[in-house]
């Protein structure tokens, strides 16, 4: 029992950095549990817990870039947590990062980000959004007010089987653009916890992606979340057309 409860205190603790605060909007977490095949979950060693990734080609994925020391492996498929420890996805669902094309900055609010490409699966010889599919990027400033969702793999306890397993949420775009942090930074009122940082922000209309969630904000009182707007970051989008045209 207590190796157990250890073993789960030294996981949140080393992806805490990747969470920033709490951020539910409200007094309850609304995320429910999910089973997107495009957004895959990062990790570097043997805790599968770290960040969210999601495919927007057959091998080009996109994720915040203050994860970059996670961006070693993505899994996609993966199985719930048992006792609050993430699981590993089977063998033909994970794939290898190539360190020679990541791209990224880790700036704050607004300029944070990354691109990178993904290797074919070892086993299958397949790319991952060959198999597992890909999102579209729209490169047009979404509405305000416009209805989002996230989805990714935040931290969750004590739920022994949703701590850092896909789960998703939808809220509302509340501002774009910030006297402080820039034209590139969007706030929203969807539930996310540490882990959820590089998930996709998704306009529920278009069901494209328009943004990348990377910091909390929220609380049970009020607040914004935060992340980085595609549509106004020029180095961003140059980075994303490289990797879809290369």
């Known amino acids: 029992m207590y190796k157990g409860l250890l073993t789960t205190i030294l996981l949140i603790m080393s ?10 909007c409200g007094k309850e977490d609304n995320r429910v549990p999910s089973y ?17 990734v999601t495919m927007i080609s057959e091998d080009c994925g996109i994720t915040a870039g203050h994860c970059k020391s996670v961006l070693k492996y ?5 199985p719930a947590s048992i006792g609050g420890i993430p699981q590993a996805s089977a063998p033909e669902d994970v794939y290898e ?7 990224s900055t880790d700036g704050g609010p607004g300029d944070d980000w990354a691109v990178l490409k993904l290797k074919a699966n070892e086993l299958t010889g397949k790319l991952p959004g060959a198999v597992q599919g890909f999102y579209e990027v729209s490169f047009t400033a979404p509405k305000k007010r416009s209805l989002l969702s996230i989805t990714g793999y935040g931290r969750d306890l004590p739920d022994d089987e949703r701590n ?15 006297f402080w942090y820039g034209k590139s930074v969007f706030t929203h009122t969807v539930d996310t916890m540490g882990g959820n940082s590089g998930s996709t922000v998704i306009d529920v209309t278009s069901g494209k992606i328009i943004g990348i969630h990377t910091h ?3 609380t049970s009182t ?8 595609i549509s106004k970051h020029e180095a961003l989008k ?9």
């Open 164 to 178: 850092f397993a896909q789960q998703t949420n939808s809220g509302l775009l509340e501002k774009a653009g910030d």
């Open 15 to 24: 992806v805490s950095s990747f969470g920033g605060v709490q951020s539910i």
């Open 36 to 52: 997107d095949n495009e957004i895959g979950r990062l990790f570097a060693g043997e805790n599968h817990a770290g960040c969210t």
């Open 216 to 218: 909390g904000g929220c």
């Open 97 to 103: 990062i190539d360190q020679e094309t990541i791209v």
């Open 222 to 229: 009020g607040g914004s979340n935060m992340g980085t707007l």
């Open 238 to 246: 140059a980075a994303i057309k490289s990797c879809l045209q290369n």
């Open 74 to 78: 993505a899994e996609f498929n993966t």
